[in-house]
């Protein structure tokens, strides 16, 4: 079992930056592929982007392509999200999901096994 744990959330304003981090615990997490996915208020969740085991090849939704970079550390058992440039259109619960090494980065949110609880991210215009 892999246990995720989201952190970094807050309030920022329109234009400003928040790095989330997600911790593994449980188990090491460095083959597994990582995404994060948010949820908006009355919308559907939705992929933000995700990264392989070795950072080498990430994926990224078009929405936050250019604004948003995902890295990892796995000695640290961590995956983190840069958030830049932030619009009031990225405010949404955010999850980390950890996901089988064969795994494609493009690989939807049904596929992941393991998910966090979540941080609010909110962005005021």
């Known amino acids: 079992q892999v246990q995720l744990v989201e952190s970094g959330g807050g309030l920022v304003q329109a234009g400003g930056s928040l790095r989330l981090s997600c911790v593994a615990s449980?188990?090491?997490?460095?083959?597994?592929?990582m995404g994060w996915f948010r949820r908006a208020p009355g919308k559907e969740r939705e992929a933000v982007g995700a990264?392989?085991?070795?950072?080498?090849?990430?994926h990224y939704a078009d929405s936050v392509k250019g604004r948003f970079t995902i890295s990892r550390d796995n000695a640290k058992n961590t995956v983190y999200l840069q958030m830049n440039s932030l619009k009031p259109e990225d405010t949404a619960v955010y999850y980390c999901?950890?996901?089988?090494?064969?795994?494609?980065?493009?690989?939807?949110?049904?596929?992941?096994?393991?998910w966090g609880q979540g941080t609010q991210v909110t962005v005021s215009s």
């Open positions: 999901a950890a996901g089988r090494p064969s795994m494609k980065v493009t690989a939807p949110s049904g596929m992941y096994d393991y």
């Open positions: 449980g188990r090491t997490i460095y083959m597994f592929k």
């Open positions: 990264i392989n085991w070795s950072g080498g090849s990430t």
